[in-house]
């Protein structure tokens, strides 16, 4: 069988078609991972995520501990993915193939597929309120209108600009965050000066009409909010991690890898958070064009068109994921073409966001959604390939072998089982906004949302149990050692 490698229909771009990243593809900087995670979380999302514990009802220092513990905890883990992607070379729905089989995986395939359209439709309706806020400010709108045309045609524009920069892969992405984020950054740190020395920050704000949450209110709210913004911030990134860092050379210490990637997903998310949480005190709304302009005044004009790089950077990364996550369902389309089929379809969402009014409900349902799915992907990954598999770096080559490999199973019962248990705790231990995800088991507690754990643990469980079986069998047939030196090399 002829390796995907060296095929000739492949060797012209890595990316276009499915493969291994080969060593001599890698770069050996680690600088572009941290530029990469650090521009994807600085958006105006995470300004809604800290100003969203406000809203609903959380004071300041609750806020804060939830967005500083559980991103500690969240990023800590997504490292380990990010290990993942530079140890195997493939994608993070690729190494489903192990794990739900080589048709089997064909299941997060499709889930991840869609998931990152939904992001890039999330942050880009976002992306529409400050565009609107900033056109009021400027006078050339009433910004208190709907403006729902407006909002589609600026939405048009936007999602144009997010296809043409994923169009070109990788590099393309890793060069626009390096050259754009520092640019960012000094406007954030400007916002934040503005914001926690000049403007009207209640630091001792406990809750509406100075009243706090006590007893079993406040634990629903806060363990809500921590699989919203917290710990399930973290686990959003997990299938994410591998298609960005396989292009890092074996060569560069795992240590060093993991935590540019982890400080570059943790400084943002937390940063943007807490920026969100304290002009929330004074203004209490999740509505980013609204907690911008009526905090700053004047100052939103420059500081809005600048910070409209945020949603574009995270976006590019969602379209670049949705086209290799496509790549691993065997469907023969060029990743650059299926770019503009993501960016067609993630629009036609926006243009349904546009049409909902219930801002935090919305995003409360989708964050809930996404954090189920990926918590129960997750822990069958790590337990695959850091339990059942410990101990030894592999040849993955296998994991590209065509359907009817004897390499791999058809499809990995184990896995699949382990997935749908995991997926119903997490309903089970689930309180969202939406009476649909609200469980009976978190109902039972007082409304206290354990989802993430349950979900996670029951599936990491499950295919420790399971999944030990099927890896014996396949176990035998894989190429699981790599040279010394090159096994040196990593550690």
């Not at 990023?75 to 080589?102: C, E, K, N, P």
């Not at 050379?249 to 982890?262: G, I, N, Q, T």
């Not at 073409?337 to 969402?349: C, I, K």
């Not at 649909?436 to 993430?452: E, F, N, R, T, Y």
């Amino acid at each position: 069988m002829t390796s995907p490698i060296s095929s000739p229909s492949t060797t012209g771009d890595l990316e276009e078609f499915l493969q291994p990243i080969p060593e001599s593809a890698r770069t050996h900087s680690v600088s572009g991972q941290f530029w990469i995670w650090c521009g994807a979380n600085i958006a105006p999302i995470n300004w809604v995520l800290g100003a969203l514990g406000v809203d609903l009802g959380l004071g300041l220092r609750d806020t804060i501990l939830v967005l500083v513990i559980g991103n500690l905890i969240g990023m800590a883990a997504f490292g380990f993915f990010v290990l993942l992607g530079q140890r195997t070379g493939a994608t993070g729905v690729v190494l489903s193939r192990a794990t739900f089989g080589r048709v089997g995986s064909y299941l997060p395939a499709l889930i991840h597929t869609l998931v990152p359209m939904i992001w890039c439709a999330l942050n880009t309706w976002i992306v529409l309120d400050l565009v609107m806020a900033l056109l009021g400010k400027l006078g050339v709108i009433d910004a208190a209108a709907p403006h729902r045309g407006l909002r589609i045609v600026v939405a048009a524009l936007i999602m144009a600009a997010q296809v043409a920069i994923s169009w070109f892969g990788y590099r393309a992405i890793a060069a626009f965050e390096r050259w754009t984020v520092p640019i960012t950054i000094a406007i954030l740190t400007a916002m934040s000066i503005a914001a926690w020395f000049f403007l009207h920050i209640d630091w001792g704000y406990v809750g509406p009409d100075g009243h706090a949450l006590t007893g079993a209110a406040r634990w629903s709210v806060i363990t809500g909010v921590m699989t919203a913004i917290g710990i399930g911030w973290g686990i959003t990134w997990f299938i994410y991690a591998c298609d960005y860092s396989r292009f890092v050379s074996h060569e560069v210490p795992r240590r060093k890898l993991y935590f540019a990637s982890v400080f570059g997903q943790f400084l943002p998310v937390v940063w943007l958070g807490l920026l969100g949480a304290t002009l929330a005190t004074n203004d209490p709304t999740v509505d980013p064009g609204q907690l911008i302009v009526n905090n700053y005044g004047a100052f939103a004009v420059p500081v809005l068109l600048l910070v409209l790089h945020g949603p574009i950077a995270t976006n590019i990364l969602n379209i670049y994921t949705a086209t290799i996550s496509t790549q691993a369902l065997d469907l023969n389309i060029p990743r650059r073409l299926f770019s503009v089929v993501v960016g067609a379809v993630s629009f036609v969402a926006v243009v349904f966001f546009i049409y909902r009014s219930d801002f935090a409900g919305t995003l409360d349902s989708v964050l809930s959604g996404i954090v189920a799915w990926v918590a129960t992907w997750g822990a069958i990954t790590l337990v695959h390939y850091y339990w059942l598999l410990r101990g030894r770096t592999q040849d993955t080559g296998y994991l590209f072998d065509p359907v009817g490999t004897h390499r791999l199973p058809v499809v990995n019962w184990a896995g699949i089982t382990a997935f749908v248990a995991g997926l119903v705790m997490t309903w089970l231990f689930m309180y969202g906004l939406v009476p649909a995800l609200q469980g009976p088991i978190a109902k039972a507690m007082g409304g206290v949302d354990l989802s993430w754990l349950a979900g996670g643990l029951t599936s990491g469980v499950v295919y420790a149990v399971l999944g030990a079986a099927v890896v014996r069998r396949y176990d035998a047939q894989l190429p699981l050692r790599v040279p010394a030196e090159v096994e040196g090399s990593v550690a």
